[in-house]
């Protein structure tokens, strides 16, 4: 075996290690999901308003964890335009008067470290006129 070979050898092995010792460490947590009452929102809308809400600032991850029913609008988008915060839109269907929600799960990475693990899910409720 060439001294080259040598060479490669240990740095495979060394980094078939690392990788293995590494993934290991980074198991999922289970992630526990908290309805905080005090993050229930009420929004009264205009027919064919549209409503935003931020979901969180910074490197953070938020999906829509119950779809609202009557609308035309119902997205989260991060991008460049956002400034890649998650913002909310809503919009409710043309000319659609009465009730709606949604509810938003925002993921543990968006969270302050001081509660780890924990989503948390606002509930938006939307009265539509």
Do not use: W
């Not at 060479?7 to 010792?21: C, K, R």
């Amino acid at each position: 075996m060439t001294p080259k070979t040598k060479i490669a050898q240990i740095l495979l092995t060394a980094t078939l290690l690392f990788t293995f010792s590494c993934s290991d460490s980074i198991t999922e947590t289970p992630v526990s999901i908290v309805q905080i009452a005090d993050s229930d929102l009420t929004v009264e809308l205009s027919k064919n308003e549209i409503c935003t809400y931020l979901c969180t600032g910074g490197e953070d991850g938020a999906i829509i964890k119950t779809q609202a029913k009557h609308s035309e609008i119902s997205e989260i988008t991060r991008n460049s335009e956002t400034n890649y915060s998650a913002i909310y839109s809503y919009k409710a269907k043309v000319n659609y008067v009465g009730y709606d929600f949604v509810e938003i799960e925002i993921l543990p990475d968006a969270i302050p470290i001081d509660e780890p693990n924990i989503a948390k899910i606002v509930k938006i409720e939307f009265y539509i006129k």
